[in-house]
């Protein structure tokens, strides 16, 4: 008859949470003119017409964006 030993318990790879003074002003809203990343996927094909509608009309893809952006707001509250 064999009898098994428990397992020790595992550790954990995360480490302790970070302290209050750490974590104070994680929660600031970036300035109003700061750049930041917006990161997302579209089909090849709307790629490729983006980058020629934007060259078209002489503005970065950006700039395109911001344009239909403000437009669509405009029109749809």
Known sequence: ???KTP???RKSNK????????TKDNLEKPDPGEISNLNFKVPAEFKKDFKIAAA???CTQV?????IF????DNHG
């Not at 480490?15 to 750490?22: D, F």
């Not at 403000?70 to 707001?73: D, G, V």
């Open 15 to 22: 480490g302790e949470p970070p302290s209050i003074k750490e």
């Open 1 to 3: 008859m064999s009898t």
């Open 56 to 58: 078209t009309y002489g």
């Open 70 to 73: 403000k437009y669509w707001t």
């Open 7 to 9: 397992q020790p318990p």
């Open 63 to 67: 700039e395109l964006l911001q344009r």
